[in-house]
């Protein structure tokens, strides 16, 4: 059954809000609680899955450093219906690194706050030997940098609730995580790793999708397809902006693959992008490169 992330335990208020909402002139925010289990279900069908989220010194994944490592477990079934959560993961960590104040003002994360704490990659690979896949609300970022911290993390399949899941079928406008979350009803403490995680696993519970299906559920099943990645290789320089528009991501040629712009994209979706690039692009007819993306190798930088 859906989880339900609004418990109240005030009546009166959560009556007043109902009558708010149900004059039509109001909607109502709720904090979210997440669902936590009492003790982890065993059964045939079910799966355990870890939502990882980092805070990090900044986006250069060979450069910057984590500061704080969120995750957590999962249970669902293989149809794609969230059980519930399991207790979770949080440490902070002290970087070699000056922390910009940027990041300390969106995270609330100080030098002085994190001035003596650590976290050892052993401590994060033991938390979760279980877990059948490992999600990320924009894991083309989080995954290069705990794999990097972390190599356990590097066989692992991966999912991301932000490109995997068609939010726009359910009504839903952008793919920001609190956006995401303000739509759905619910209001959270963001910028911190684990209340991200619990945040995203909450909408991966929604069921407003066509056929009533889970968020969940879409994700998983593009988590098990084997995606293309096309390599728009010497693409002109002019058109970049069109490129990183549409979903392009450059790589600088250092890590020995191809510098060019790359995009992923499903099997179904693969012709209508080289059409794209043929036609918009390059301008003629061009042999496109293009490579099988697995589970395991999905938004790591090491293919």
């Known amino acids: 059954m859906p989880v339900d992330n609004f418990p109240s335990p005030d009546r009166a208020l959560e009556a007043l809000a109902n009558r708010l909402e149900a004059s039509e002139n109001y909607r109502v925010l709720r904090r979210l609680h997440p669902s936590v289990l009492n003790h982890r279900p065993e059964g045939r069908g079910l799966r355990t899955g870890l939502f990882v989220d980092l805070e990090t010194t900044g986006l250069d994944t060979r450069q910057d450093e984590i500061i704080e490592i969120g995750m957590v477990p999962f249970i669902y079934r293989i149809d794609g219906i969230l059980l519930g959560t399991l ?66 993390f590097m066989n692992r399949p991966w999912a991301c609730s932000m ?78 902006d069109i490129l990183k528009a549409r979903g392009y991501r450059w790589n600088d040629g250092s890590d ?25 692009i390059y301008q003629r007819e061009i042999d496109i490169t293009i490579r099988p993306v697995e589970a395991g190798d999905r938004f790591t930088s090491r293919v």
């Open 87 to 152: 207790p979770a993961f949080s440490r902070l960590r002290e970087p070699s690194i000056p922390v910009p104040s940027l990041v300390q003002d969106l995270t609330g994360l100080t030098p002085e706050r994190l001035a003596g704490q650590t976290v050892s990659a052993d401590e994060v690979a033991a938390f979760a030997p279980d877990a059948s896949l490992v999600i990320a609300h924009n894991a083309a970022f989080d995954r290069p940098f705990l794999e990097r911290f972390c190599p356990a």
């Open 163 to 240: 490109e995997d899941v068609p939010w726009d079928q359910a009504g839903f406008e952008g793919r920001k995580l609190g956006h995401l979350g303000l739509q759905a009803g619910f209001f959270f403490d963001g910028h911190r790793a684990v209340d991200d995680c619990q945040a995203a696993i909450a909408l991966l519970g929604h069921t407003g999708f066509p056929e009533s299906r889970s968020a969940l559920s879409l994700l998983l099943e593009r988590a098990r397809t084997v995606w293309k990645r096309l390599w728009a290789e010497y693409a002109p320089f002019e058109l970049k």
């Open 256 to 280: 020995g693959r191809p510098k060019a712009w790359f995009i992923d994209r499903p099997p179904e979706e693969a012709e209508d992008e080289i059409r794209f690039l043929r036609t918009e």
